[in-house]
């Protein structure tokens, strides 16, 4: 068997593989960069997977083994070509460990150069530890001390997921993971970042799961308003939105700021009109609120004044952010992994990044109900735990320095129902189960309004 057909068959398998659903008509290996000989050894593969007329990047560490030990074998690809077993070599400590020897020593290797921030100081001693929850990507954890992205495809350019926290880190912001360290090399002609190495956050836990954990306390509860559960998560909520304001003021000084005028205004309210008309032909069920839909983003196009616009999360929920015992600290910079990769960095008003975290907890709330079908005392008990953070994180949004989104209603609603289309539509290709989420958000647009907003 050749080694592309092996890869053929591995790649359908991984979660990060961005394809699934569709089947594997070629592989090319672009780049193939032996960074360690022997037995084990490591090989840096770039490769182009058509399916059908489409193909993507993808980026590959395999490890090579004669014999691969019982504790890789999850990990197995399929023969190398080469007489060896190739693997995921980001599975094997023994190979990562070089990975931080040569960010240390910044190492160059053929078209790879591996470097290291200035003044870091990598413990090159420590083991891997792969995280399993990733979707897009992968990371591995060193210790408690540092923790390696690898991007499973990557871009040419320059990677925001480096560039903004180095920023931000140079100006003395505690809401992000300082980087540590970089892999990067040459894809398609032009620079590119394959890894980051970032500060660890020790003892941290993801907003989600704070979230997640206050709803189900107050699932359990009877008769009882969110305001009164002992797992009450507004307070949260709101150092959340004040640590969203201090990270977009200092993106802001970091990027600069620029305005959209009418007419920029206006190709947003198109651009929200046509994702719309988009996702009415592949969800049906949308049908009934697309003339409220209509009308919201059309009144974004009725806006006079400049609208600030600067760089942005892009993608910012729940899950992108981690409550440390300092403070929150914001994750994953690179945007929308949905969006074309010249797309996902993004300028836009810094009410984008409220409108994403407003829906973040909304479904923090509905996602545990049963089914759309669940009683309406459960979902008023939903709405009623939703409304109240999502009205926490805008004061505290406010309270820093952001944009008050009292004051920015019309745009804030219009992001956010926007936003929550988009969720309509993925939902129904990729999770249909959770389809009633968004679809009940939008049909709750107006008390969500009145309430949120106002």
């Not at 960069?33 to 993507?56: C, F, I, K, M, Y």
């Not at 956050?201 to 306390?217: E, I, K, N, P, Q």
């Not at 939902?427 to 008390?447: M, Q, T, Y």
Request: proline share 6%.
């Amino acid at each position: 068997m050749a080694f592309e057909e092996a890869l053929a068959g591995w790649l359908p398998t991984q979660r990060w593989f961005a394809g699934k659903g569709s089947p594997i008509t070629g592989v090319a290996i672009a780049s193939d960069t032996t960074l360690a000989e022997g037995d084990p050894g490591l090989r840096h593969l770039v490769l182009t997977v058509w399916q059908g007329a489409l193909s993507n990047t993808y980026q590959v560490f395999a490890g090579c083994r004669s014999e691969v030990p019982p504790r890789l074998r999850h990990a197995v690809i399929g023969p190398d070509g080469h007489g060896m077993t190739a693997y995921d070599g980001l599975h094997d400590a023994d190979l990562t460990r070089l990975l931080l020897a040569w960010m240390a020593a910044g190492q160059d290797i053929g078209p790879l150069h591996f470097a290291h921030e200035p003044g870091a100081e990598l413990d090159t001693s420590l083991e891997s530890l792969v995280l399993t929850g990733e979707q897009s990507n992968t990371s591995l954890v060193f210790g408690e001390a540092a923790i390696l992205k690898v991007f499973r495809r990557p871009c040419p350019g320059p990677n925001a997921d480096l560039e903004v926290p180095r920023a931000l880190a140079r100006l003395g912001s505690p809401h992000v993971a300082a980087p540590l360290g970089w892999i990067g090399g040459d894809l398609a002609g032009s620079p590119a970042v394959f890894g980051i190495l970032a500060t660890y956050l020790r003892a941290a836990v993801d907003g989600w799961s704070l979230a997640a954990t206050s709803v189900r306390d107050l699932y359990a509860m009877e008769n009882t308003k969110a305001s009164e559960a002992g797992g009450d998560f507004a307070g949260e909520a709101t150092r959340l939105g004040e640590a969203t304001a201090e990270v977009h003021r200092d993106l802001a000084a970091a990027f600069g700021v620029r305005e959209l005028g009418k007419q920029d205004m206006e190709a947003l309210a198109t651009a929200m009109q046509d994702r719309l008309s988009q996702a009415l032909v592949t969800v049906p069920q949308l049908a009934p609120y697309a003339h409220m839909l209509r009308r919201v983003f059309a009144e974004v196009a009725l806006l006079d004044g400049p609208v600030p616009t600067q760089w942005v999360h892009g993608d910012y929920h729940l899950g992108q952010v981690m409550r440390t015992q300092s403070g929150w600290v914001l994750l994953d910079f690179e945007g929308e992994p949905a969006a074309d990769p010249e797309h996902r960095g993004a300028w836009a008003p810094a009410l984008r990044d409220v409108a994403g975290m407003l829906r973040s907890f909304d479904y923090a709330a509905r996602y545990q109900l049963p089914t759309d079908e669940a009683s309406e005392h459960l979902h008023r008990t939903a709405r009623d735990w939703a409304h109240r953070n999502q009205a926490a994180f805008c004061a505290g949004y406010a309270l820093a320095g952001g944009a008050d989104p009292a004051k920015h209603a019309v745009l804030l609603r219009a992001l956010t129902l926007d936003k929550a289309v988009y969720e309509v539509r993925y939902e129904a290709l990729h999770r249909p189960s959770w389809l009633f989420i968004p679809l009940g958000s939008i049909a709750d647009a107006e008390v969500i309004g009145a309430r949120a907003f106002g």
